[in-house]
């Protein structure tokens, strides 16, 4: 049996764009996920990944927020590479709770790099309020 999808279109696009937001900011990334003291589990890329992933997209594929018009076609696009490679993201020796090694690792800042381009991008295209959830 398929999952009832419920959710807010304002809300679910909140939550995307918040994630997009940390998934492309090394300088956060270095300063809560390396930090002994912090002891908030949200502050790491396994839950960074699973808010995206999970929380954001619930098992559905990014495609169909387009059919759904929760996203239009120009910011589908400028978001697309990015979210597939982040998908194809696997973390160094599969230790995906090795924040270190992650935040050292060069394909991993590729990606976050080509996610702030495309972050950039979609900043553009956004109204104003939305835009602002971008903006670090």
């Keep these: 049996m398929e999952k009832e999808w419920k959710m807010d279109k304002q809300y679910w696009r909140s939550m995307w764009l918040s994630s997009i937001a940390e998934l492309t900011n090394l300088d956060l990334q270095i300063e809560k996920w ?4 912090n002891a908030n589990p949200h502050w ?5 990944m699973c808010c995206y992933f999970d929380d954001v997209f619930q098992g ?17 696009d ?10 194809a993201h696997k973390a160094p020796n599969n230790e995906n709770y090795n924040d270190l090694a992650i935040v050292n690792d060069l394909e991993w800042r590729r990606i976050v790099a080509i996610g702030v381009i495309a972050k950039e991008q979609l900043i553009k295209l956004l109204p104003s ?6 903006r670090s």
């Design 34 to 37: 390396l930090d002994a003291s």
């Design 44 to 48: 790491g890329y396994v839950e960074f």
């Design 60 to 76: 559905r594929k990014y495609e169909d927020f387009l059919s759904d018009g929760w996203i239009s076609e120009a910011e589908y």
């Design 78 to 87: 400028c978001v697309k590479d990015w979210h597939e490679l982040l998908d």
């Design 129 to 134: 309020d939305e835009a602002s959830q971008l």
